[in-house]
């Protein structure tokens, strides 16, 4: 499913509301709520409007615990940080309690780091499937996701749900949650913004490439809900009516 918005503002609002509904939803069912955020610019607003009226008071922050979908293997207050960034946009100002954020710590080496984010899922889950009421996901222009990059090995790994990958773009270490866990999830959104990511969105959503060349076709929840909610300069070269 796409959703066409008409701007990041427009975007931004609509993905705090699709956030609250999930959020409510979830603990009315089972008690609580459980998100994967994503790094990157893209969910910054959203993330500053969780955190103003009505958002809130309409999400049920108590009972809400915060997961990420990646991070980088920097200091906690490198700007680099999507812990950092979602602290500083969101965190610090609603009342989700201190031991219901679980932030990737990458202090230890990346497979420590990333043995011990997995343990704490696995414990959290109680034994069973990592099933996040919903992940939050962005989408880079060379089609990764998370951290899940093109051409990596942890594209392939079926077995973990926390793996460790080396961005040599970058030059960093990065934890990830791996496709197989993202794809266990109850709702998967992507957010994507702006014309520079038009062609890579048609490619993903039109192209036949390998998934290993664009990460973000490995995304495929195995009995959960996909959602694209992207705004129309992103959506340009797609055939697809507007809302
Ligand atoms: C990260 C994200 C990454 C991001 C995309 C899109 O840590 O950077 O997890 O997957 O979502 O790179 O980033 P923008 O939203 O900045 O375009």
């Given at each position: 499913m796409i959703r066409i918005c008409h701007d990041l503002e427009a975007l931004s609002l609509a993905a705090a509301e699709l956030f609250a509904a999930e959020a409510c939803q979830a603990v009315r069912v089972h008690g609580r709520f459980t998100v994967a955020l994503s790094g990157g610019s893209t969910p910054r607003r959203m993330y500053e409007l969780l955190a103003r009226e009505p958002f809130i008071e309409q999400v049920p922050w108590q009972s809400t615990h915060i997961f990420w979908g990646d991070e980088r293997c920097?200091?906690?207050?490198?700007?680099?940080n999507n812990a950092l960034m979602t602290r500083q946009t969101l965190l610090d100002h609603v009342p989700v309690p201190p031991g219901q954020i679980h932030p990737m710590v990458c202090n230890s080496s990346p497979l420590e780091a990333a043995v011990e984010y997995e343990a704490l899922l696995r414990s959290f889950f109680a034994g069973g499937r990592p099933r996040f009421d919903l992940v939050l996901l962005g989408l880079g222009e060379n089609g990764h996701t998370a951290s899940l990059f093109p051409g990596t090995s942890v594209l392939d790994d079926q077995q973990h749900w926390v793996g460790e990958v080396y961005v040599v773009e970058e030059g960093l270490q990065r934890l990830t949650l791996t496709a197989a866990a993202i794809n266990q999830a109850a709702l998967i959104v992507f957010l994507v913004s702006g014309h520079g990511k038009a062609p890579i969105l048609r490619e993903v959503l039109k192209g036949t490439q390998d998934p290993h060349s664009i990460p973000a076709r490995m995304v495929k929840p195995v009995d959960g809900g996909l959602l694209w909610m992207v705004d129309r300069h992103a959506a340009c070269l797609l055939r697809q009516r507007k809302e």
């Open positions: 920097v200091p906690a207050d490198d700007p680099r």
